[in-house]
């Protein structure tokens, strides 16, 4: 393990009454790292990440255990405490980016409400906003527009903008390129990697698209029924696993013909 | 009809927004010019009504009951009032009861509909088996009882009806908070750290507002049955009051052969009515994000 790591989970439970749905001995999400949380659907992969926003209260589940940003224990704090770490320190974004966003308020209006809300002024949000959208390289002309005026791909770009703009530490990114299409999948994997490198952003990226993983992250952990099968670097795991679940995964990764 | 999808100029103010509703929907200009017509004519009914004492109570012996003529358009009552100048200052009474009922039931019934959507568990529960309680008894008798029990007056009317009309609105708007609150977009608010307050009053009402909005206007011409109803009782206006649905009441035993003391205050109230249901089908046409940029 590499040192203490920016983000450490350890013995973290997470239950709805007595049923446990996740237990996690042990992950930690290192400075400037893409790690990729792969596992079939009901795994346990968005309830994690629901534990680390600190939400899983919202749809009845009980967590125990560590989540620790930089050394600071997240569980047990207040709400009050947490939604300052919230869109600040750690973002998120979403499978579906269509409804991800409110169709009421333009983007350009959740995206400066959203750095206002963590303490920017009128003018300096909307230039950290502005500067964020070029980030993504999207035209800050769009967000004058409502979010069904923009296509999928632009609007998790907007969403990635949003977590820049806040300077999060840790993205988040629970299937953020399932709901799109390949060539716009592969500009918002461009972008994350651009991200890590620019900004020292560090990804949570889950996916049960294992092509994907084994494209954008550096390690990868395989998640089953609540529980981390294996994880290690991406190009040891993905090329020799050693849990057979993890080669079952692989083998299901449909080929083209000719390729194989 | 099929009009391309991002005709929405980027830098679109609000007159802007209404002026493209309007064009795209040529029934809200016509329920707005109709509604802006009737509160003109309750603001100017003095100025208007060619006998504005007969608003009041004055009799005229001589006139009772003439068919509409050039000196009394509408005819004359049973006391020989002008019909015409009692109708235009009823604008001033059934609408504005109207108006007023609607508002505390929305006062009320949005903020617990949206607390019970949102918030659910144990407040859900308590918020609509109360609801239910109301929403248990015959909406008419309930306030007709509560009318009863006030002294007869157009503020005990307005608050009977009020009394009956909230529980509606809680329901239309629980169901529909309950609905966004689990939307990704609400999940995403929260993820970033936005208050519960906040996320109800900015995404939460914004996103669930548009039913009652309708209602509210589809209601206008049910509270004025309503209120007239009531009236007929003799729990509401009375008599020189130039109520419509009063005048409809006493007009009933006059119908043959005299149909006109019926008729103009029947048409003022229909009148109204269909003012306020196009507005509010074009209201809603215009605010639903969805459907103003579809064809």
Redesign the interface.
Same mark, same amino acid.
């Given at each position: 393990m590499t040192g203490l790591g920016r983000l450490a989970i350890s013995d973290l439970q997470i239950s709805f009454g007595s049923r446990q749905v996740v237990s996690i001995d042990d992950l930690r999400l290192d400075h400037a790292e893409i790690l990729g949380l792969a596992g079939e659907s009901g795994s346990g992969k968005s309830m994690t990440a629901l534990a680390i926003l600190g939400l899983a209260h919202t749809v009845g589940a009980t967590v125990t255990g560590s989540i620790a940003l930089d050394g600071q224990e997240l569980t047990g704090l207040p709400q009050e405490s947490l939604r300052d770490f919230r869109g600040r320190r750690i973002a998120a974004i979403f499978q579906s980016p269509s409804t991800a966003f409110n169709p009421v308020y333009r983007v350009g209006t959740i995206v400066t409400k959203a750095l206002r809300l963590h303490g920017a002024t009128k003018s300096e949000a909307s230039d950290r906003a502005a500067a964020a959208m070029r980030q993504v390289l999207l035209s800050p002309d769009l967000m004058r527009r409502y979010p069904s005026q923009l296509s999928g791909g632009q609007l998790q770009r907007v969403a990635i903008a949003l977590a820049v703009a806040l300077r999060a530490e840790i993205l988040l990114a629970d299937e953020p390129t399932s709901a799109l299409d390949v060539t716009v999948q592969a500009e918002v994997l461009d972008l994350l990697r651009e991200l890590r490198e620019s900004i020292g952003m560090s990804i949570l990226f889950i996916s049960h698209d294992l092509a994907v993983v084994a494209e954008l992250c550096d390690r990868v952990a395989v998640m089953r029924q609540g529980l981390i099968l294996e994880q290690g670097p991406a190009s040891r795991v993905l090329s020799a696993p050693a849990h057979p679940y993890t080669a079952e995964l692989l083998e299901s990764v449909p080929k083209l013909a000719s390729a194989t | 009809m099929i009009e391309s =999808?991002?005709i929405?100029p =980027?830098?679109a103010s609000m007159p802007r927004v209404l002026r493209r509703g309007m064009a795209a929907n040529p029934l809200l200009t016509v329920g707005g010019a109709l509604v802006l017509l009737i509160v003109l004519v309750a603001i100017f009914a003095p100025l208007i009504a060619p006998f504005p004492g007969d608003a009041g109570t004055a009799t005229h012996p001589f006139e009772v009951l003439k068919p509409p003529s050039t000196a009394h358009w509408f005819g004359t009552d049973q006391v020989g009032r002008d019909i015409l100048s009692r109708v235009l200052f009823g604008a001033r009474v059934s609408p504005v009861i109207a108006i007023i009922v609607l508002a505390i039931a929305s006062l009320i019934g949005v903020p617990l509909g949206l607390a019970a959507g949102f918030l659910g568990g144990w407040v859900d529960e308590l918020i609509m088996r109360v609801t239910d309680v109301f929403l248990a008894f015959p909406p008419l008798l309930l306030a007709l009882a509560l009318a009863a029990v006030l002294p007869a007056s157009l503020t005990s009317l307005t608050i009977a009806i009020a009394a009956v009309w909230w529980p509606w609105y809680v329901r239309l708007i629980r169901g529909q908070a309950a609905s966004v609150a689990g939307? =990704?977009?609400v999940? #995403?608010?929260? #993820?970033?750290?936005?208050?519960r307050l906040?996320i109800i009053f900015?995404?939460i009402l +914004?996103?669930s507002i548009t039913p009652v909005l309708v209602q509210v206007s589809l209601d206008v011409g049910g509270v004025i049955l309503t209120a007239s109803a009531l009236s007929f009782l003799g729990l509401g206006a009375q008599d020189p009051v130039p109520d419509w649905g009063l005048m409809v009441s006493a007009g009933q035993s006059y119908f043959t052969p005299d149909w006109w003391l019926v008729t103009f205050a029947g048409l003022a109230i229909l009148l109204t009515a269909f003012a306020f249901n196009l507005l509010g089908d074009g209201l809603r046409d215009l605010l639903d +994000?969805?459907r103003s940029?579809l064809p």
């Open positions: - | =999808p991002t929405a =980027p830098q939307r =990704p977009y999940e #995403a608010c929260r #993820a970033l750290g936005v208050s906040r900015r995404h +914004p996103n +994000p969805k940029f």
